[in-house]
């Protein structure tokens, strides 16, 4: 089946996508060099012939004044598709991913692009996965109010700073109270269940700010989070270094995030430790979802093994195709699976959380409707992600799903690169 790609692309990082014919795998084009610092993939997809629903962008026009505004100063902004009959009263607020900025030369280059600047932004885009307005493509959600709140800060959405001379304004934090308070005069101060959610970047932001979300209701209200693909490991990479740690250094440092981070982690951890989700999540009050691939495809291109911790090249087919992979890598990526569960041991003790970890070379797969729910979903004994998220959503079931370690899942959409 012909499939029409909506690509997001990261901060100087331009995909050529195509389906290559084989079911399950989808090939993109991308500039290598900038791929250490920049997301891989933020896409949604939708089948053709399902014309999308295209939904129109709305800026926050009192941010400026609460100098709630993006890297360049411009208003930040976000897409609102109201909701009807049943979801009337229910909120879905979907935080855009989209990398970091760790220094002055990458967020003056990310301020010229739509991720640090509403100037270049989509004056629309496609609501698909989680975001579709259709109940035979998002079953649970497909009536709520749903909002995609659009990044342009870098440090997903926890900085508060600025660098007067590279005329950089770091003000993640401001704008995510700012769009808050915007969505609650716009009738979120009445809903009675709400889901903040969010992708790689967006999905990091999730777990910092869930129970600042749930802050923002009465006890009645039904509020829950769902983090998808943004378990960030502070793992060791190729070359025995620290390259993420190192990149998260730098954007916590620059852009103030500290004071924005959960205090139950800084009062004993350095501030770099609890921009990391594993020194987050066991902490988090509000009941979470975490929804990650066990061989997460930006973690091993960006993470693992950059071509940083590579010169050397011996990673660079696998980094792109699993395929490729030689056996000792394959047992390397084995090792950032078992880290991966270590890391959501304590956390999988909650009954209020929920886990799907399945055993795919993927990354963001709520926002596709090929991996949030179609015929050939990626399942987890034979539930796909969609069905797992509203179970746990709407307790009609406990879900803590693992996969077993690959090769052994056949409904993977992995992502294979060129």
């Known amino acids: 089946m012909a499939r029409l790609f909506w690509v997001g692309i990261a901060i100087g990082l331009v995909f050529c996508n195509w389906v290559d014919g084989f079911v399950g795998y989808e090939q993109y084009h991308f500039n ?10 933020e896409a949604s997809l939708s089948y053709e012939g399902t014309d999308p629903l295209l939904v129109g962008l709305t800026l926050i026009e009192d941010a400026a004044a609460k100098g709630a505004v993006c890297l360049d100063g411009t208003l930040p902004g976000y897409h609102l598709h109201r909701g009807y009959g049943s979801g009337a009263d229910s909120w879905l607020i979907n935080l855009e991913g989209g990398g970091w900025c760790n220094n002055i030369r990458t967020c003056v280059y990310r301020k010229k692009t739509r991720r640090g600047s509403s100037a270049f932004m989509e004056k629309e885009i496609a609501f698909t996965g989680i975001l579709s307005n259709k109940a035979e493509e998002n079953p649970d959600f497909f ?10 800060d870098g440090a997903s959405f926890a900085g508060d700073g600025e660098d007067q001379t590279a005329e950089l304004q770091f003000r993640g934090q401001r704008i995510w109270a700012a769009a ?7 009738g979120m101060r009445l809903a009675n269940q709400a889901l903040l959610s969010g992708c790689s970047a967006g999905g990091l932001a999730t777990i910092i700010h869930c129970d600042e979300f749930r802050s923002l209701f009465p006890s009645s209200t039904k509020v829950k989070c769902l983090s998808d693909a943004g378990l960030f490991l502070d793992s060791i990479d190729v070359s025995g270094g620290h390259t993420l740690r190192n990149l ?6 620059l852009q103030g995030a500290q004071k924005n981070l959960p205090q139950i982690c800084t009062n004993h951890l350095d501030p770099t430790s609890c921009f990391f989700p594993q020194n987050l999540i066991a902490s988090v009050k509000t009941p979470l979802f975490i929804l990650n691939a066990a061989y997460d495809s930006w973690q091993i291109q960006s993470s693992l093994a950059p071509p940083s911790a590579d010169p050397h090249g011996y990673w660079h087919e696998c980094r792109l195709n699993h395929a490729k992979c030689t056996s000792s890598q394959i047992q390397f990526l084995q090792g950032f699976r078992n880290h991966m569960l270590h890391a959501i041991k304590d956390f999988s003790r909650s009954n209020g959380n ?5 055993s795919c070379f993927a990354h963001c797969q709520t926002e596709r409707q090929d991996t949030w729910f179609a015929d050939n979903s990626p399942v987890i004994r034979d539930k796909a992600i969609a069905l797992a998220v509203g179970d746990w959503y709407f307790d009609r079931a406990g879900v803590k799903a693992i996969d077993c370690p690959y090769p052994c899942d056949n409904t993977c959409h992995h992502l294979v690169f060129k």
């Open 180 to 186: 808050m308070e915007d969505l609650t005069s716009k």
């Open 32 to 41: 290598e060099t900038e791929l250490s610092l920049l997301e891989a993939h």
């Open 143 to 152: 009536n709520w109010n749903r909002v995609k709140l659009r990044y342009c």
């Open 354 to 358: 929920g886990l799907f970890i399945n």
């Open 248 to 253: 998260y250094s730098g954007v916590v440092g």
